[in-house]
């Protein structure tokens, strides 16, 4: 089973405003990451988060990560139409059974409309 | 320096055969992560292998299997192809960073 699971489906929103996704998982993880795919091609790593860290940021990007709740939250401000794509996160689970596996949330769909 | 290559594209079986996928990874890093990205069913694990040998796998069956060689490349291999085999399938060759390569869409018809 999926254990990442994003939060909404899907997003619609107009140029210039912000987009905050969310994900939940189950297990202690290492590191929780999200990734970009745009119209089912190859993922575009934009930023990983380690257990020991609560908020990164990168360019547009701020991540936060509550291990207390086990979710972690995405926010794209200032959202471009460029931006429109489908959101994942990923978690690296601290379990033997899960070493060398990354665990993908079903991923939240964005359209940033001009 | 090169990012991960997959090949072929795109793929297209028939139903009962077999569909052989290739990826090579960064230069310089010795593992490849399979993973299969169906319609409706997320990205999934498929395998992982590094200095050549299967390290974990994910919920698939045998059918599904594959080999690294001693460049570090990699094949997956689907036997005995099923409809529901039809993805998306992605390699990458470490657990961050830009390191997905861009897919093989197999399509069994």
């Known amino acids: 089973s999926q254990q990442g699971e994003e939060d909404p489906q899907a997003l619609s929103i107009q140029e210039g405003e912000n987009a905050t996704m969310n994900c939940s998982y189950k297990?202690?993880?290492?590191?929780l990451q999200w990734y970009r795919q745009n119209s089912g091609r190859g993922l575009v790593h934009l930023i990983l988060i380690r257990s020991n860290e609560r908020e990164k940021h990168s360019g547009r990007l701020r991540v936060t990560l509550d291990t207390s709740k086990k979710s972690s939250s995405l926010l794209i401000t200032a959202s471009r139409a460029a931006d429109t794509a489908s959101y994942f996160c990923?978690?690296?689970?601290?379990?033997?059974?899960?070493?060398?596996?990354?665990?993908f949330g079903q991923g939240t769909i964005l359209t940033v409309h001009p | 320096e090169a990012g991960v290559t997959q090949s072929p594209t795109h793929l297209i079986k028939t139903r009962g055969q077999q569909a052989t996928l290739r990826c090579s990874p960064i230069s310089g890093h010795t593992s490849v992560y399979w993973y299969q990205q169906a319609l409706g069913l997320g990205l999934q694990f498929l395998l992982w292998y590094d200095e050549g040998e299967e390290r974990n796998r994910g919920n698939f069956p045998p059918r599904f299997s594959g080999r690294q060689f001693p460049n570090y490349s990699s094949e997956l291999n689907v036997n005995a192809l099923e409809l529901e085999d039809s993805a998306l399938y992605l390699c990458?060759?470490?657990?961050?960073?830009?390191?997905f390569g861009s897919g093989t869409r197999l399509t069994v018809v």
């Open positions: 990458a060759s470490s657990l961050g960073a830009d390191t």
């Open positions: 297990t202690s993880i290492n590191n």
């Open positions: 990923a978690t690296d689970a601290r379990l033997s059974a899960s070493y060398g596996k990354l665990t």
